[in-house]
């Protein structure tokens, strides 16, 4: 299944688990999201992968070695986790977890909803 970009987003978001992840920093699919004054209940995970890209100046300071290691299990603040949802009223979204230390206080790195896609004409059949 394809899908196109319907509306661009990119604001935080308060996610919720009904069993939390083991290890915070590499969750799981949320089972709901909070999005303005409205929850919003993931219905199927269609999709998800991981990017543990180093950019920026973050991306030469390290050895190639290690820098192999890194691009494939990540490394301290540095990697986002995507998850491709459809909700329970059939709307289609990307969110993401981005594990990006913010400052002292806010360590945790921090849920963003991407964008709202639709399946493309060519991809209409249900993967789920």
Not at 103 to 124: I, N
Request: proline content about 5%.
């Amino acid at each position: 299944m394809e899908f196109k970009s319907v509306h661009f987003i990119s604001e935080f978001i308060q996610v919720e688990f009904n069993r939390p992840p083991a290890v915070e920093k590499t969750p799981h699919c949320p089972d709901r999201f909070l999005w303005g004054d409205q929850s919003y209940r993931v219905a199927a995970l269609v999709q998800q992968w991981q990017d543990f890209e180093r950019r920026g100046a973050m991306g030469h300071n390290m050895r190639p070695s290690s820098m192999k290691k890194a691009v494939r299990r990540g490394s301290y603040g540095v990697g986002r986790f995507y998850f491709l949802i459809r909700t329970l009223d059939e709307r289609y979204f990307e969110l993401y977890y981005d594990r990006a230390v913010q400052s002292v206080d806010h360590r945790k790195g921090q849920w963003v909803l991407f964008r709202e896609v639709a399946p493309t004409e060519a991809g209409t059949t249900d993967a789920n």
